[in-house]
């Protein structure tokens, strides 16, 4: 069967959400609902397993937005 470009390129695309806000863009939700429309797409268009974001330490909002997603929230490293 044929598959389209885009479900060819997510086969060689990592399954990662990055994104940037102006300052005078946060808290208008703009992330939320951005990152719901993409994840809806890579999951039920592109059929990712799974979708990970790289949130630096001490990121709270980029936390909340990834538990709106409903996504792991990263743990922090374990001490030894």
Sequence with gaps: PHRTLIT??????????GYYLSRDARHKGYATRAG??????AFEVLR???INMDIKEGNAASLRLAERL???VPQPPRRR
């Design 48 to 50: 990712v397993p799974e």
């Design 36 to 41: 719901r429309l993409l994840c809806d797409f």
């Design 70 to 72: 409903a996504h792991a």
């Design 8 to 17: 060819d390129l997510a086969d060689f695309l990592p399954n990662e959400l």
